[in-house]
């Protein structure tokens, strides 16, 4: 796609979308990643209802290593994969309290290296907490960026390599939340708002599907 449709879609997109940030709830640094973590093929709404009781006892590695894996699963019973998501949490605080003196590392190999942390969980703990220009994809930015015809790719990797290297440098920062919420609000997985989106002129989907 043309830079100059690029730089017109996150035009209209922060327009709508003027403060694009994390629907996530958090406390500090801690809780934010626990909460990414959590919120692997999760809503954020589920994750916000677990761990509003959670960080009330929980909210930094100590505190979770003496909440123990046990008691963990029953506060995220609701949340997909809940099992290994609460092994990987306590693990993932054991090693920060012996490897990092209880504090998150701000570099990617580090984060990644951590229990339950992969590259789109580290990439939005980057992103939202260290304010770098990491584009995360999930879900909605895979099928939004594509839809739009922004990248046209495979995998959940290949478009992050590919809009962190199209995308201006001024929208980079807030790509990946201006296109989640695009995506949770108007284009929908299923039955998308082609008629009420903004950015419909611009879309490739629309323009193959509606024409």
Known sequence: MEKYKIDKIFKLLSKEIPHPKTE?????QYTFLISVVLSAQSTDV????????????????????DLGEKNLKKFIKTIGLYNS?????ILLSIELIKKYNSKIPKEFDKLIS????????????????????????????????????????????????????????????????????????????????????????????NLVNNN
């Not at 209802?49 to 006892?57: E, V």
Request: glycine residues 4%; aromatic residues 4%; positive net charge.
């Open 85 to 89: 998501k609460a092994k990987n949490i």
């Open 114 to 205: 951590l229990p339950g942390v992969g590259n789109k969980t580290a990439s939005v703990y980057q992103n939202a907490i260290l304010k770098l220009p990491r584009i995360a994809v999930d879900t909605h930015v895979f099928r939004v960026s594509n839809r739009l015809g922004i990248v046209k790719t495979k995998t959940a990797d290949q478009t992050q390599l590919q809009l962190e290297k199209i995308i201006p440098k001024k929208w980079r920062k807030d790509t990946h939340h201006l296109l989640i919420l695009h995506g949770r609000r108007v284009c929908k997985s299923q039955n998308p708002s082609c008629d009420e989106c903004s950015l419909n002129k611009l879309c490739s989907y």
């Open 24 to 28: 996530l709830k958090y406390i500090n």
């Open 46 to 65: 589920s994750v916000n209802k677990a761990t509003k009781n959670i960080f009330k006892i929980a909210k930094n590695p100590k505190e979770m290593v």
